[in-house]
């Protein structure tokens, strides 16, 4: 079993910075892409940005958000700076994770809420 654990989110005034981590534990081969997916209230969840073979971004938030690997810790990290109020929403962690018996699955984390208010 896969589990990936969000954490980081709380509450933080226009212009402000937050950090979001997601560590993968459990029984696993190898990770593969991970990414960052948001939801705000009655809306979809969205992709917000995503590190593979090569990173990339909602427009949303190029300039504003980066996203980081520890491929030695199993951890994926979204850097938020000039953070505005359209970007509350739950941020969810998603990984491509090739599991002990080779298969190649998605998973999501449980989700941390991020608002931004002030």
């Known amino acids: 079993q896969v589990h990936l654990v969000e954490s980081g989110g709380g509450l933080v005034h226009p212009g402000g910075s937050l950090r979001l981590s997601c560590a993968a534990s459990?029984?696993?081969?190898?990770?593969?892409?991970m990414r960052w997916y948001r939801q705000a209230p009655g809306e979809q969840r969205e992709l917000v940005a995503g590190s593979g073979v090569s990173t990339n971004y909602a427009d949303s938030v190029k300039g504003r958000f980066t996203i980081s690997r520890d491929n030695a810790k199993n951890t994926v990290s979204l850097q938020m700076n000039s953070l505005k109020p359209e970007d509350t929403a739950v941020y969810y962690c998603?990984?491509?994770?090739?599991?002990?018996?080779?298969?190649?699955?998605?998973?999501w984390g449980q989700g941390t809420q991020v608002t931004v208010s002030s």
């Open positions: 459990g029984s696993f081969l190898r990770l593969y892409a």
């Open positions: 998603n990984a491509d994770v090739q599991d002990s018996v080779g298969s190649v699955r998605t998973y």
